[in-house]
């Protein structure tokens, strides 16, 4: 076959470029010189965003900085009050209990009834021992009014006793006289009857002193008598006094407005002295801040305060300054610091601030002791 007859044409052999010396220099291509030098607007623009951000931080910074400086907060600050415990003073067991988890209440409203049968059992005894001892001091009060009257009709007798002594003793000295002068005008007989009764009205006189000392003595121990049964009585009102505590003390009542919270009794229990059985949390609350010390220098009383609800981050509370802690809150924990002992490391210490509300209570935002705020006082 003959190769030159064919109709495939032939390869054309393409013309490559002149070679580049070694000593020529390499010419970058347009491409390549746009994407390494941008244009000149675009660095403008860099340029300014840049400057931009800048002095939006600058007056950010500024801004926030003379803002601050006008205020002191923390957010070592949460909501306190004084809760109630409810606790029975009577032993029993329960009756009825009027209240359940979380119910508002109004301060003297019952809350829990203990059975009374025992308290009323004890408080009719206790009168029934009143009304005894009373009637015993009135036994006495007559015992010593007779024996006052006995004493002064042994009296009487005393002084007709003496009266009769005192003419006996004169009859026996006239008779003595007369029988010493005149012997044969009185008999012996007479002068012996007169004397025997001297003696006679004598003794009859000593016999009746006997006797009013013996009344004395008598009236001496009716008054005691009297004293006894008086303190008798007042043990037995005492006894009484305590029966109708006790009996008041099974209706127990709130002692203030608020919400009842961790109750843990129910209507048969048998409760004791002393325990918890509820808390009552009263409407009155307020901020406990535990602010530095470094931060009170500029803080006094009166001072208006921003709260900050962490369970409310939509909603503005507002308050002031009421008071400060005298003395920071680690001299008043269960084992303060010895710091005379051992090798000293300054701590910055934090003082309690209370912080009272302004803004009356709002029931659809309700607040509790424990819950976290972020109080911030103006202090300029």
């Known amino acids: 076959m003959n190769l030159l007859d064919d109709d495939t044409p032939l390869p054309v052999k393409e013309r490559s470029a002149p070679a580049r010396r070694a000593d020529q220099p390499r010419t970058p291509s347009r491409a390549a010189t746009a994407e390494a030098a941008p244009p000149r607007h675009r660095r403008l623009l860099q340029v300014g965003v840049i400057v931009a951000i800048a002095a939006a931080v600058g007056v950010g910074a500024t801004t926030w900085w003379v803002e601050a400086r006008h205020y002191e907060s923390t957010d070592d600050a949460f909501i306190d009050a ?43 005894q206790a009168s029934a021992n009143k009304a005894s001892a009373a009637g015993k001091l009135a036994q006495a009060q007559a015992q010593l009014t007779v024996a006052r009257a006995n004493l002064d009709e042994l009296r009487a007798e005393v002084e007709v006793a003496e009266a009769n002594a005192g003419n006996a003793a004169i009859d026996v000295k006239r008779y ?32 009746a002193q006997r ?15 009297v004293q006894t049964a ?28 608020g919400h009842i919270a961790r109750k843990n009794v129910a209507p048969g229990d048998y409760v004791q002295i002393g325990q918890n059985l509820m808390a009552l949390v009263p409407n009155k609350i307020w901020v406990t801040a535990n602010f530095k010390e470094t931060q009170l220098d500029h803080m006094a009383a009166g001072q208006p305060v921003e709260i900050d609800v962490d369970a409310y981050p ?30 000293y490391v300054k701590v910055v210490q934090r003082v309690p601030v209370k912080i009272v509300f302004d803004d009356p209570p709002d029931p659809s935002r309700p607040l509790g002791p424990g819950m976290s705020v972020v109080p911030r006082v103006r202090i300029r």
Do not use: C, W
């Not at 003595?176 to 012996?192: K, M, N, P, T």
């Not at 006797?211 to 008598?225: D, L, N, S």
């Open 314 to 343: 939509n909603a503005a509370f507002h308050g002031h300054v009421d008071s400060f802690q005298a003395g920071s809150g680690a001299a008043f924990a269960l084992l303060p610091p010895e710091n005379a002992t051992g090798n």
């Open 82 to 124: 004084h809760m109630v415990r409810i606790s029975p003073q009577v032993a029993s067991r329960v009756a009825r209990v009027r209240v359940d988890d979380n119910q508002e209440v109004e301060a003297g409203q019952p809350l829990l009834e203990i059975d009374p049968a025992d308290f009323k059992a004890r408080l009719a």
């Open 211 to 225: 006797k009013v000392e013996a009344a004395q003595a008598q009236i001496a121990f009716a008054e005691t008598q």
């Open 230 to 257: 008086e303190a008798d009585l007042q043990a037995a009102t005492a006894q009484v006094e305590q029966a109708q505590l006790d009996l008041s003390y099974t209706q127990l009542s709130a002692a203030a407005a």
């Open 176 to 207: 003595e006289e007369l029988a010493r002068i005149h012997s044969a005008a009185l008999s012996r007989q007479q002068l012996d009857n007169s004397t025997a009764n001297a003696k006679s009205t004598a003794a009859t006189l000593a016999a």
